[in-house]
């Protein structure tokens, strides 16, 4: 049974996690400070909520708010597996553009799931059809006075035999960098950011970043201390790209306890 875009639209809006739900207009603060924005993430699971089944498992953007002020709202809608185009053929981009007001902005990531050539629902060319989803993502939120923001793919935990950081995502990254300069969409360029992280802790101490477990050796998805470590690159990106202003940020040196990460029950 095929269904109408409005439909599947429902459908996304229904699977956006409650405890990240988009918030709506932005409202005046008490005593004249700024009015409340809010930052969309439009991404996969390395970004993603996580629940208590999926514990220790942990998406940087559920670490991203410990490092903005209060005035920024996190509305986190990426989800496991998806790539700059299902993402959008799933409704998910209609339900943050419905909802994103002047002034909010628009985190993009997407690169991990685009590669799986053997999965059409998922794949994009990286230097044609990938550019042309992003561009939706761009245009939708320019249209509505939002401020779009490409970043990279956070890179995956990959040594060669000498103990040096391999990149994993081929020509994604660099067809996001050349269209941030084409579209003239400030990036942060998360690959390079963290795979220059990880070559800095090495073979062994990185393992204590991702979610290798008793019975798991993820080397794609991260626990507290690498979501945390990651959110913390983000905001320092967006920080150093003037899309934040130091008002905006808060705990960029400081240590992050493990314990204020929680995964809700799904």
Same mark, same amino acid.
């Given at each position: 049974?095929?269904?109408?875009?409005? *439909?599947?639209?429902?459908?996304?809006?229904?699977?956006?996690?409650?405890?990240?739900?988009?918030?709506?207009?932005?409202?005046?603060?008490? *005593?004249?400070?700024?009015?409340?924005?809010?930052?969309?993430?439009?991404?996969?699971?390395?970004?993603?909520?996580?629940?208590?089944?999926?514990?220790?498992?942990?998406?940087?953007?559920?670490?991203?708010?410990?490092?903005?002020?209060?005035?920024? @709202?996190?509305? @986190?809608?990426?989800?496991?597996?998806?790539?700059?185009?299902?993402?959008?053929?799933?409704?998910?981009?209609?339900?943050?553009?419905?909802?994103?007001?002047?002034?909010?902005?628009?985190?993009? *990531?997407?690169?991990? @799931?685009?590669?799986?050539?053997?999965?059409?629902?998922?794949?994009?060319?990286?230097?044609?059809?990938?550019?042309?989803?992003?561009?939706?993502?761009?245009?939708?939120?320019?249209?509505?006075?939002?401020?779009?923001?490409?970043?990279?793919?956070?890179?995956?935990?990959?040594?060669?035999?000498?103990?040096?950081?391999?990149?994993?995502?081929?020509?994604?990254?660099?067809?996001?960098?050349?269209?941030?300069?084409?579209?003239?969409?400030?990036?942060?360029?998360?690959?390079?950011?963290?795979?220059?992280?990880?070559?800095?802790?090495?073979?062994?101490?990185?393992?204590?970043?991702?979610?290798?477990?008793?019975?798991? *050796?993820?080397?794609?998805?991260?626990?507290?201390?690498?979501?945390?470590?990651?959110?913390?690159?983000?905001?320092?990106?967006?920080?150093?790209?003037?899309?934040?202003?130091?008002?905006?940020?808060?705990?960029?040196?400081?240590?992050?306890?493990?314990?204020?990460?929680?995964?809700?029950?799904?």
């Amino acid at each position: 049974m095929s269904l109408t875009r409005r *439909q599947v639209t429902t459908a996304a809006l229904a699977a956006v996690p409650l405890a990240v739900a988009a918030t709506g207009p932005a409202v005046a603060s008490p *005593q004249g400070r700024r009015p409340v924005r809010t930052l969309y993430i439009a991404g996969d699971s390395t970004a993603a909520q996580k629940y208590a089944a999926a514990a220790p498992e942990t998406g940087w953007g559920m670490a991203l708010p410990f490092f903005l002020h209060e005035r920024l @709202n996190v509305a @986190n809608h990426a989800v496991n597996g998806r790539s700059s185009k299902s993402f959008i053929d799933e409704g998910r981009l209609d339900v943050i553009l419905e909802a994103i007001r002047p002034g909010d902005l628009l985190l993009i *990531q997407f690169g991990h @799931n685009d590669s799986k050539s053997a999965d059409p629902t998922r794949y994009t060319e990286p230097w044609t059809t990938y550019q042309d989803y992003l561009r939706q993502y761009i245009d939708g939120a320019r249209a509505r006075g939002a401020r779009p923001v490409l970043a990279t793919s956070v890179e995956r935990r990959k040594f060669d035999a000498d103990g040096v950081a391999v990149p994993t995502h081929g020509e994604y990254p660099a067809s996001m960098r050349g269209l941030s300069e084409e579209e003239a969409v400030a990036l942060v360029d998360v690959q390079a950011l963290s795979i220059a992280l990880w070559q800095e802790l090495g073979v062994e101490e990185t393992k204590k970043y991702f979610n290798w477990t008793a019975t798991e *050796q993820d080397n794609t998805h991260f626990n507290p201390p690498g979501a945390v470590a990651v959110a913390r690159l983000v905001v320092g990106g967006l920080l150093r790209r003037r899309v934040l202003v130091p008002r905006d940020v808060r705990r960029l040196d400081d240590v992050i306890p493990e314990s204020w990460i929680s995964w809700p029950e799904s």
